[in-house]
């Protein structure tokens, strides 16, 4: 039943594609929806759009991880739509025709800004797309029994599928489609959660049994660690820095397996792990023993104590009510962090240990951005929320809805409706993220999965129903992003900089090979980067767009000295800084392997310091060069 929901959710959608592919006749048709598209449908295609797999997979498992701290991503995202409500909606809706571009070179006639612009919906675009391809591939393995990769190539099959049908006609209804359902299917899953209520030995609703977690007494002579117990052999220590933990490596009976040092009350004992290590020939071990379909991590988390005592039966609770309950500092939530070691083999190890954090430190800041660290650490919290308030209203493939609607007072009232409604999401996302980390179904390898195997604790169909729905997430998200890009390569580069005039089936025809190109890039990219949270993924994507958009559209739109080379320059410039900034952080010297202890740049996000230097760049260059002369014609938005 759950494969017969998925697959025939994902039929539907290729039908109404193909149905409205026989309608799209014009470039105005495919790229635009021959702005004809009520406002109140957009809004919703608009949370449609938005709401992606970052909003509906990895904030609800960062949420469920580091609390709090994960839910200030969901605030950062809803921030960003007060600009563009009152800086972008209807400017953007009156000097666009079809692109970002269209709007950005409206009042010149520049082949810099064509050129610029250009590129930087590509980059931006295919900087969004990596998460959602992940965020794909990690929903086929649990629903499907598929790998990763195969998740990706499908997504990437049918997004293809669904804009070189029938390009934004089909990628709105999409969204529509799927922003409704979500919405309706998450609050579903909040309502279950409640009436479930609270328990110290969660069940996953009398599925699974809770693993019980061993521990072994354990002692320290001259810095020298030995287990009490018979049969137990110290194999190695390792301290790890990175996430303050120290791993033994014990044998017993020929079985090895890694244990977390901990140090109480001037007591030693050892916690139980859970480890993935793959040794030089590629093989995989998980805890001790060869992988297989019976050897996988266990699911973690859940409550450890509550108000005191250690057995509390089930009861429903309000959403005040658990709030409440996860507030207090004598509940004591069990979370789980990686460590990445290698051991004396040479093997690269994974290894998963519990974290016990009582409820008041977890729901306020400072578990991952750290309100009480160095001020680097602060600069770096700032430029995150930054990157997520500035970088909405600069996200390519959120300004060309602008043009599915008929005029700009049609703009500003969708914009409405998508703030009413993804706010309303975000709030129901807090409660996912918590049901997850008190039910223990946290998969601790990839915490993109919490809200699907939340939903799966309450039996398999409304699991079926919120993986089909959060893989419709991935599709409108993604055929967005491919319309934005294709439009970048056909209309932009083709038509408009190389000056090759085309009819409208050349310009459909265009913007279809580049569909393909774009979504075969999408889909080798979401296997690379493989396991990474994709909220975070995300926002680099914002900081990306803020910094090579934002800049521009803000001095084109109030400041009128601005001039065309002033605007290719910040365009450039505020690409070429963050994608460095970003290449050289901590978090992706860890994607190539390398120790994020030596990475040049100590922050993770760019946001602070490449959208003022875009800024910058584009006012010195402003007044540098000669004001450009008006253009001749102004092509008119579509009306």
């Not at 709105?172 to 998450?186: A, E, N, R, W």
């Not at 400041?559 to 800084?577: F, M, Y």
């Not at 310091?609 to 579509?638: M, R």
Request: glycine share 10%; with cysteine.
């Amino acid at each position: 039943m759950v494969i017969l929901i998925f697959l025939s959710f994902v039929l539907f959608v290729v039908g109404l594609s193909f149905y409205l592919g026989r309608r799209t006749k014009t470039s105005s048709a495919y790229y635009a929806a021959g702005g004809h598209i009520h406002w109140a449908v957009n809004g919703i295609a608009f949370a449609g759009d938005y709401l992606s797999a970052a909003s509906f997979l990895g904030i609800c498992g960062m949420i469920a991880t580091v609390g709090y701290d994960g839910f200030l991503y969901s605030i950062g995202y809803l921030a960003g739509w007060m600009v563009a409500l009152f800086v972008v909606a209807e400017p953007m809706k009156r000097l666009g025709k079809y692109t970002f571009t269209d709007a950005l070179d409206s009042k010149f006639n520049s082949r810099g800004i064509k050129l610029a612009a250009a590129i930087s919906t590509l980059v931006v675009s295919v900087c969004y797309l990596i998460p959602q391809m992940v965020g794909a591939g990690v929903l086929v393995e649990p629903l499907l029994g598929l790998a990763q990769h195969w998740g990706v190539i499908i997504v990437g099959a049918v997004v293809i599928t669904i804009v070189a049908t029938a390009g934004m006609a089909s990628t709105t209804y999409v969204q529509f489609l799927k922003g409704g359902l979500l919405i309706v299917f998450s609050l579903a899953l909040v309502t279950a959660v409640c009436v479930r209520g609270f328990s110290t030995k969660p069940d996953q609703g009398g599925k699974t049994a809770f693993y019980e977690y061993k521990t072994l007494a354990a002692q320290e002579s001259d810095g020298k660690l030995s287990v009490s117990e018979p049969g137990w052999q110290v194999v190695e220590v390792q301290e790890v820095k990175d996430v303050h933990a120290t791993l033994a490596r014990l044998s017993k009976a020929g079985m090895e397996t890694w244990w977390l040092v901990n140090r109480e009350e001037g007591k030693v004992s050892l916690k139980e792990t859970q480890s993935v290590a793959v040794a030089g020939d590629g093989q995989k071990i998980i805890n001790g023993a060869p992988a297989s379909e019976t050897n996988v991590l266990r699911q973690v988390g859940n409550v450890e104590l509550l108000r005191g005592k250690q057995v509390l039966q089930r009861k429903s609770v309000s959403p005040f009510g658990m709030l409440a309950a996860l507030t207090d500092k004598d509940t004591i939530m069990q979370r789980w962090k990686e460590a990445k070691i290698v051991d004396k083999d040479g093997a690269k190890v994974s290894v998963y240990f519990p974290v016990l954090t009582p409820g008041n430190q977890l729901m306020r800041p400072g578990l991952k951005f750290k309100v009480q660290g160095t001020p680097l650490e602060k600069l770096d919290f700032v430029s995150l929320m930054l990157a997520l308030f500035l970088g909405t209203a600069a996200l390519p493939h959120i300004l060309i809805r602008y043009y599915t609607v008929p005029n700009p007072a049609s703009a500003r009232k969708s914009t409405i409706v998508a703030i009413a409604s993804i706010g309303f999401f975000y709030i129901l996302t807090l409660f996912m993220g918590l049901g997850a980390a008190i039910n223990g179904v946290m998969n601790p390898a990839d915490s993109n999965m919490a809200a699907p195997l939340l939903a799966r604790s309450f039996g398999g169909l409304l699991f079926a129903f919120i993986s089909a729905i959060a893989f419709a997430t991935v599709l409108g998200t993604v055929s967005g992003l491919i319309v934005a890009a294709s439009g970048a390569v056909a209309h932009d580069f083709f038509d408009r900089f190389l000056n090759h005039k085309m009819d409208d089936r050349q310009k459909i025809r265009a913007g279809k090979i580049s569909a393909f190109v774009v979504g075969f890039v999408a889909i080798i990219l979401g296997i690379l980067f493989k396991g990474m949270n994709v909220t975070f993924l995300v926002g680099l994507a914002f900081a990306v767009a803020a910094s090579a958009n934002l800049p521009a559209i803000v001095m084109l739109l109030f400041w009128k000295r601005t001039t065309s080379k002033g605007i290719t320059a910040s365009v450039v410039v505020g690409i070429v800084s963050s994608l460095v900034l970003i290449a050289l952080s901590p978090d992706l010297y860890k994607l190539y392997g390398m120790d994020p202890t030596q990475a040049p740049i100590p922050f993770t996000n760019p946001g602070i310091f490449s959208i003022p230097l875009s800024f910058i760049t584009l006012i010195v260059v402003s007044l540098l060069t000669p004001p450009d002369q008006a253009k001749e014609t102004i092509e008119p938005a579509v009306k």
